[in-house]
């Protein structure tokens, strides 16, 4: 029987009124509820610090198994990486197709290369029902590696992201539809240089009779770009999403054949092997124009004939400070653009000290290649773009770049041109102005009044926009007609040594305008950044540059930097573009030995 002191607080508590008691009673519930939550906190502490501890463990594993392997934290990525001292973009998406698709031979998992629709990542299919032996198999040879695996983000639902050396894969990605694999790839300095956009995506292919027979089926049979017959489809290799040829593949359509990729035969559909009607199958060369304004002797012959340069900003001698971009944009265009066929790098008398001539893939054309003797020398930047069509051996369609553009990402031919030649030519945003030609206005806006002139006589038309600093699309074809069309002005402009206000501009408005007008060009958009270097914000939008958004290219001009601050912009832009572009080029001379 119990104690009469144990009934006491019971008998007291029954003797409190009700609204006390309640009170009482509440907050003992609330205290208990806080007591759980607090004890739940805690375990899913626990939970975390022990599961923090493992990724740890096995990162330091992964990393004493490779030492190539570095932990990331930075540009949104969190995780094992590998470091590279060589680096294209290409490469980096052929490697991430190479480290799935030899699992997948090794392990016997029939897979096909399908025709996917970015630019940056390859894409293979594989059988739905292959799914959990392909999670085995990617499981078992990269346990210990940088590789990361990921549910892409997709109508709403959030990416999901697991790294191979922390442990098992988020469920969400194994049950994903497409799963993409990929290794980060960092430079020695840690600076991410392709991150999980560039990984091979896995796409599980079902039978469409699976398809029918889903709840959702109708709704997914509705989403398919292929509308095919319910008896057909059924019988089909269905795709969990849309590619570039068809998200359907009938029996008819299965036949086996073969691509190369990186030098490596993978197996496909014979669909997509196709050659597409809009994909550019013509050579694409890249000129550059190139002068070394430190160079003593050119220096001199520039002083020789300066008498007569224009007064103004066009004969500044900070527009011939070289800065080494011509390195740094050919590292660009390794980087960035696989479809170059050529390089062609236009100077006057002058070869980088670091420019290997003897490397595959470019050529240094002088001067005296391209102009008439009387023409030369010239300091002209207009008079040359009248006569880089003229270089023996280029291609009918090519991409004219100053030395100052730089790729800041890839892009294709398809970028620049249509697959049946027509180009795509991005205007700026900044115009001409109208009225006369005004005395001291900066070179392009006289050069560009001068072509409306020329245009406005021709078609009637009356042209307003300048063109962005960045790859221009060329063809050759309009530059011969522009020379039979406009002769006297395109005469007057390649004899002239320096920039004069008679110009036109030949290489850019004026061909960018006629194309058009003749229905050879189309425009178009290209993204990207002009900065001038020489600006007193110059630093500030070079880290904006970095910060993003991503553009396809930008441009780094030194427009009339003062002599006192020039030492300043020099080390400024080479801190910026060793980090950008860290890794030589195919093109330059290989260091001597120490």
Not at 335 to 356: N, S
Not at 487 to 516: C, I, K, N, Q, W
Not at 565 to 585: C, G, H, K, T, Y
Request: aromatic share 8%; proline share 7%.
């Amino acid at each position: 029987m119990p104690q009469p002191d144990q009934r006491l607080p019971g008998a007291v508590r029954r003797l409190l009124p009700s609204a006390v008691r309640a009170r009482r009673a509440e907050a003992d519930r609330v205290a208990a509820e806080r007591a759980e939550r607090e004890q739940e906190e805690r375990e899913r502490r626990d939970r975390q610090e022990r599961r923090r501890r493992r990724i740890a463990e096995r990162r330091d594993a992964a990393r004493a198994a490779d030492p190539q392997i570095r932990i990331l934290d930075a540009d949104g990525l969190q995780g094992p990486a590998r470091e590279v001292v060589a680096f294209t973009a290409r490469g980096a998406g052929d490697r991430n197709l190479g480290l799935v698709a030899d699992v997948l031979e090794s392990a016997g998992i029939d897979y096909f290369v399908v025709r996917g629709r970015s630019r940056l990542r390859r894409v293979v299919g594989v059988h739905e029902s292959h799914r959990a032996a392909v999670l085995e198999a990617m499981r078992e040879r990269h346990a210990m590696s940088a590789l990361h695996a990921l549910r892409p983000a997709r109508e709403g639902r959030p990416q999901v992201r697991s790294a191979y050396a922390d442990g098992a894969l988020d469920a969400r990605i194994k049950r994903a539809p497409v799963i993409r694999f990929a290794e980060p790839l960092v430079a020695p300095t840690g600076r991410l240089l392709a991150g999980l956009e560039y990984g091979c995506d896995v796409e599980f292919w079902q039978e469409g009779a699976r398809l029918t027979e889903a709840a959702d089926g109708p709704e997914r049979a509705a989403r398919l770009r292929c509308q095919t017959p319910p008896e057909v489809r059924d019988v089909s290799l269905v795709a969990p999403r849309p590619n570039l040829v068809a998200d359907v593949l009938p029996p008819s359509a299965q036949q086996r054949t073969t691509v190369s990729i990186g030098g490596r035969s993978r197996p496909t559909y014979e669909p997509f092997a196709w050659t597409l009607a809009d994909e550019v199958t013509f050579p694409v060369d890249v000129v550059y124009t190139w002068v070394d304004g430190d160079d003593p002797a050119h220096a001199r012959r520039r002083a020789r004939f300066s008498g007569q340069a224009p007064a103004g900003l066009a004969a500044n001698a900070s527009r011939y400070i070289s800065h080494d971009e011509l390195r740094y944009s050919l590292r660009s265009l390794h980087m960035y653009a696989p479809f170059v066929r050529h390089v062609y790098v236009v100077t006057d008398a002058q070869v980088p000290g670091w420019l290997d001539r003897e490397a595959r893939g470019i050529t240094v054309v002088d001067h005296h290649d391209i102009f008439d003797d009387d023409a030369l020398p010239t300091f002209n930047s207009h008079a040359i773009g009248t006569r880089l069509h003229h270089i023996a051996g280029l291609s009918d369609r090519y991409l004219y770049l100053n030395d100052d553009v730089f790729l800041a990402r890839p892009v294709t031919a398809e970028t620049f041109f249509h697959g049946n030649g027509i180009a795509r030519v991005a205007f700026s945003p900044f115009q001409l102005g109208v009225g006369d030609l005004i005395p001291g206005e900066v070179a392009p806006n006289s050069a560009g009044k001068n072509v409306r002139a020329l245009l406005a006589e021709s078609f009637g038309r009356g042209i307003t926009h300048k063109f962005k600093h960045a790859p221009h699309p060329q063809i050759r074809e309009v530059m011969l007609e522009l020379e039979q069309a406009y002769p006297e002005a395109v005469g007057a402009t390649t004899r002239s040594r320096f920039r004069s206000p008679a110009d036109v501009g030949f290489a850019a408005t004026l061909h960018h305008h006629y194309a058009l007008l003749t229905g050879r060009a189309v425009p178009a958009d290209i993204a990207m950044r002009y900065v001038d270097v020489g600006a007193p914000d110059a630093a500030e939008r070079l880290a904006r540059l970095e910060a993003g958004p991503p553009v396809d290219t930008f441009c780094l001009n030194d427009l009339d930097t003062p002599e006192e601050a020039r030492a300043a912009v020099q080390e400024m832009m080479r801190d910026f573009l060793d980090s950008r572009f860290p890794f030589p080029s195919p093109f330059e001379r290989t260091p001597a030995p120490a």
